[in-house]
């Protein structure tokens, strides 16, 4: 698959990216890793996910999935929808909410850094 410029970060991405929305809710972790490595299988480099796809099991698995190749992938997460209907401030874009969100998310990742 030919790569192409991720605007002028100086990155080169797949033109196709991994969603993972279904892993950890209608997809178990076994056919995550069997569509994992199909898309990695035909050059895909990058993989989407979000904080809550599958009440944060998602980001769980891709983060199991990318262990090891984590320097080859581009790595999407999303936040700002609440996770906890009992935590007003739990979704949203306020500073202490995106932090709170990336921190979260990249323990879930086992991860040090997400690209986007």
């Given amino acids: 698959m030919d790569l192409r410029p991720f605007g002028r970060t100086g990155l080169m991405i797949s033109p196709v990216t991994l969603g993972s929305m279904e892993f950890g809710s209608k997809v178990d972790e076994s056919e995550a890793a069997r569509l994992f490595g199909r898309a990695m299988d035909a050059g895909v ?3 989407d996910t979000a904080n809550v796809y599958g009440s944060g099991r998602s ?3 891709v983060g199991h999935l990318i262990n090891g190749m ?3 992938l581009i790595l999407a997460t999303k936040f700002s929808v609440p ?3 009992q935590d007003p401030n739990s979704g ?3 500073r202490r909410t995106v932090i ?3 921190e979260a998310s990249l323990r879930r990742l086992q991860t040090d850094y997400i690209d986007l």
């Fill in 45 to 47: 480099n990058a993989v």
């Fill in 59 to 61: 980001e769980e698995i």
């Fill in 70 to 72: 984590r320097d080859k």
């Fill in 83 to 85: 996770t906890d209907s």
């Fill in 92 to 94: 949203g874009t306020s």
């Fill in 100 to 102: 709170a969100a990336c």
